[in-house]
T-cell receptor, first 114, second 107 residues
Framework: EADIYQTPRYLVIGTGKKITLECSQT?????MYWYQQDPGMELHLIHY???????EKGDLSSESTVSRIRTEHFPLTLESARPSHTSQYLC?????????????FGAGSRLTVL | KNEVEQSPQNLTAQEGEFITINCSYS?????LHWLQQHPGGGIVSLFM???GKKKHGRLIATINIQEKHSSLHITASHPRDSAVYIC?????????FGTGTRLQVFP
């Protein structure tokens, strides 16, 4: 069962528009992540958070921002979308704790910028 | 050279065949993940392991830390196993992903 929800699933917008991709999880996980994935390519980390008011940039510069005001909510915002932002965006979460824990992924948001 | 290499990139099989997907990595890790991605994009975590072997149903994952290598096996493959299988290694709480192995199982 999906305990992590992403909206919208699909979005087509014009260049220059501001968009927010929503991600919510009901598992009380402290750690949340945003990944970008182009077709046939590996996932790249763009932002992550270890808890409320904690956000960090990942390895890929995506010209996006995130916020973590509530544990369950981790939205990703593109201030001015460009065609190069066309991609799939995947949100994930995991528990904080000693040792590694499995990731739970959302279904993804597929963005097309015209 | 990518830090995580998977082979093969593409794999086709007949229903019932035994499948092996390989993952080699070049960095020190604390854990290795096997993930499954179906058409439409959703990703499911199959295994997380740091040593030895794990089994879940028809799926078996093994890891050899000394050789920096892991394998995912599917016994008695079925068309519903058709998906992209992704290996990801973890060091310092960040994951490095392979590009995936696309598996198609035909009836």
């Amino acid at each position: 069962e999906a305990d992590i929800y992403q909206t919208p699933r699909y979005l087509v917008i014009g260049t220059g528009k501001k968009i927010t991709l929503e991600c919510s999880q009901t598992m009380g996980h402290d750690k949340m992540y945003w990944y970008q994935q182009d077709p046939g390519m590996e996932l790249h980390l763009i932002h992550y958070s270890y808890g409320v008011n904690s956000t960090e940039k990942g390895d890929l510069s995506s010209e996006s921002t995130v916020s973590r005001i509530r544990t369950e909510h981790f939205p990703l915002t593109l201030e001015s979308a460009r065609p190069s932002h066309t991609s799939q965006y995947l949100c994930a979460s995991r528990e904080r704790g000693a040792g590694a824990n499995v990731l739970t992924f959302g279904a993804g948001s597929r963005l097309t910028v015209l | 050279k990518n830090e995580v290499e998977q082979s093969p990139q593409n794999l086709t099989a007949q229903e019932g065949e035994f499948i092996t997907i390989n993952c080699s990595y070049s960095v020190g890790i604390s854990a290795l993940h096997w993930l499954q991605q179906h058409p439409g994009g959703g990703i499911v975590s199959l295994f997380m392991l740091s040593s030895g072997k794990k089994k879940h149903g028809r799926l078996i994952a093994t890891i050899n830390i000394q050789e920096k290598h892991s394998s995912l096996h599917i016994t008695a493959s079925h068309p519903r196993d058709s998906a992209v299988y992704i290996c990801a290694v973890e060091g310092g709480d960040k994951l490095i992903f392979g590009t995936g192995t696309r598996l198609q199982v035909f009836p």
